[in-house]
């Protein structure tokens, strides 16, 4: 039989043997999971027949489905956000309830359980209740799922931000980058409002979602993840006060260190090996543990009692499609996504760095890989910058793409001296793109800088561009031209030039004045491997990440002696080429 049905099967036995006044109940104990409704419907008909005015019937065998909701007509309203986990019973008082999760003001959750299966029910439950009654601007959820991976269903619902999973170790610390920075933004935004969550939603006429991080199966993840042990006891410590709540399953509950139990105000335990270990869990006095049956639990419902949790489905094998069912209904509804964990995409395309275009004296490179902030570089700053890589077919993709992002500068020239002839058929069909002749293309740019420079106010609009410096110099029948060219670039200081070459090219021009006066070799770019063998550019102390295989889409800023590795730009269709070369 299914979960479910066991559950409906469940014998109340030993409690009612110990219910008070046994002579006036008798009871009829099942052997097997049938016979039950007709044993009811035979009773009630027996009783109306010796003359009986009124008869009920209860349903006491504590099996929830997700109508559990409507069956206590529980309510819900914006920004008070409310789970509906199941329901638990009170013999000595002679009481049922509906068991809820409001994380303000109940604060953080510790479910502990040996069975994995079980937590994730009461996880499922949680999640479902509250995205089915709440919008993604009300909540919204992190996992990190170190279980069974059964959490995976809900990644595409519009609530979650998104989820972390076995061997995703970067993504877990750009999570956690972004729940320490949301909780610094809200100390500081909350300040006016006694520094509390609560207040700033009701006193300041704005609204802000409630960040909740589930992390399911806490011993796998400390023992994967080196870190956890430190970072969420300090992240928990008063992330509620900011509307940053954690949810944790565990083993028991001494898979939790007393920094992060100290700082859970609630609690639920499923089935666990010592009947101790409940009281351990819930801090309060247990007298009883919960029943052999799936989903059961104990909860604190102001003293300890046991709890059923809600089956969203009679049929665990209907489980999967009935949330798929459930997220693609909310995807369809007009509601914004969650925010996002930050983290370096696939390939850096021109919408992830678009808002930051502005001038040529911050054109967006790449994306840190170590905090995930767009990159920009001043190609101004120096009237030479130099972008260079092992081989020269290393920056084919990187060049096309900043040639483009170039071009969404506003009133931006750009000319191009395409000696590798190895630009796109995009660059070759734009305005100034030269590829041969470069005698006449030297003699027409001197005289332009000279009309340029005969202009008090010449505004710093155009930028030179040459792909293949060794390729040029080689074909030009004069080079005195380009030295000369050079020479007055750095007297005008308002047109950049940038060059792209592999290494070992460009150094056989380091020590010629005109090189070394021109492009600076304390600024720049390098592409893809072998940074810590190049000298062309000068870098104050070498690291163990400089010696590892790049591909061509990473790259080092290099500033002043130091760097910052990057994804560098790629707007290319064909990714094969992005391989080392």
């Not at 110990?18 to 419907?41: E, T, V």
């Not at 914006?78 to 509906?84: F, G, I, L, S």
């Not at 993840?225 to 709540?245: A, F, H, K, Q, W």
């Not at 029943?291 to 909860?299: E, L, N, S, V």
Request: with cysteine; net charge negative; aromatic share 8%.
């Amino acid at each position: 039989p299914s979960p479910a049905a066991l559950i409906r099967a469940t014998s109340r036995w030993v409690r009612i043997r110990a219910f008070p006044h046994k002579k006036r109940i008798k009871a009829a104990k099942f052997i097997r999971n049938y016979g039950n409704q007709k044993a009811l419907i035979a009773g009630l008909l027996g009783v109306k027949e010796i003359g009986c005015d009124c008869t009920i019937s209860i349903d006491a065998d504590l099996q929830q489905d997700e109508n559990t909701i409507e069956k206590y007509h529980e309510q819900f309203t914006p920004y008070n956000v409310k789970a509906v986990i199941g329901e638990y019973d009170a013999p000595e008082l002679q009481k049922q309830g509906i068991v809820t999760y409001k994380p303000i003001p109940d604060g953080n959750l510790a479910i502990y359980g040996n069975d994995g299966s079980e937590r994730e029910q009461v996880l499922n439950a949680i999640m479902y209740s509250i995205a089915k009654n709440h919008t993604s601007e009300e909540v919204n959820f992190y996992t990190i799922d170190f279980g069974s991976e059964s959490l995976r269903v809900f990644s595409s619902l519009p609530h979650v931000g998104g989820m972390v999973f076995i061997g995703e170790n970067e993504k877990y610390t750009n999570l956690i980058k972004l729940i320490r920075t949301t909780i610094q933004e809200r100390k500081n935004l909350f300040i006016e409002y006694g520094g509390e969550y609560e207040n700033y939603l009701k006193n300041s006429g704005k609204k802000l979602p409630l960040k909740v991080v589930i992390i399911n199966n806490y011993d796998a993840a400390k023992e994967n993840i080196s870190t956890l042990y430190e970072d969420i006891p300090e992240l928990i410590r008063d992330s509620d006060r900011y509307g940053v709540i954690f949810i944790m399953t565990a083993n028991n509950s001494n898979s939790l260190s007393s920094k992060i139990t100290q700082n859970c105000s609630s609690a639920l335990a499923l089935h666990l090996k010592d009947s101790y270990d409940y009281a351990s869990a819930l801090n309060v006095k247990c007298k009883q543990t919960p029943q052999d049956t799936p989903g059961r639990g104990m909860c604190n419902v102001n003293g300890a009692h046991e709890f059923q949790t809600v089956s969203l489905v009679e049929n665990e094998a209907d489980l999967s499609s009935f949330i798929t069912d459930f997220v693609n209904a909310e995807k369809a509804k007009d509601q914004p996504k969650a925010q996002r964990i930050p983290s370096l995409p696939p390939h850096v395309e021109l919408d992830d760095v678009s808002e930051k275009i502005s001038t040529i004296k911050s054109v967006p490179i790449g994306i840190s890989k170590e905090n995930l902030d767009v990159m920009t570089l001043d190609f101004l700053s120096d009237i030479g910058k130099i972008i260079t890589a092992n081989k020269f077919e290393n920056t084919k993709n990187f060049t096309n793409s900043l040639l483009e992002v170039l071009r969404n500068i506003k009133n931006q020239g750009i000319i191009l001296i395409d000696a590798q002839n190895t630009l796109s058929h995009k660059e070759k069909k734009v305005a100034n793109y030269y590829n041969k002749d470069f005698d006449n293309v030297m003699e027409q740019l001197n005289n332009y800088v000279d009309a340029q420079m005969s202009k008090p106010d010449a505004p710093s609009n155009v930028t030179i561009f040459i792909n293949g410096l060794d390729k040029l110099v080689t074909k030009l029948a004069n080079r005195s031209k380009m030295e000369d060219l050079f020479g007055k670039l750095r007297r005008f200081e308002k047109i950049g030039v940038i060059v792209v070459d592999e290494v070992s090219k460009l150094k056989q021009f380091a020590f010629d004045n005109w090189f070394k006066d021109t492009f600076s070799q304390d600024e720049g770019l390098w592409i893809g491997t072998g940074l810590s063998e190049q000298t062309l550019l000068k870098i104050s102390s070498y690291a163990k990440e400089y010696k590892l295989p790049y591909k061509n889409d990473m790259g080092f800023i290099v500033a002043d002696g130091g760097t910052v590795l990057c994804k560098l730009l790629d707007f290319q269709s064909e990714r094969n080429d992005t391989n080392e070369q």
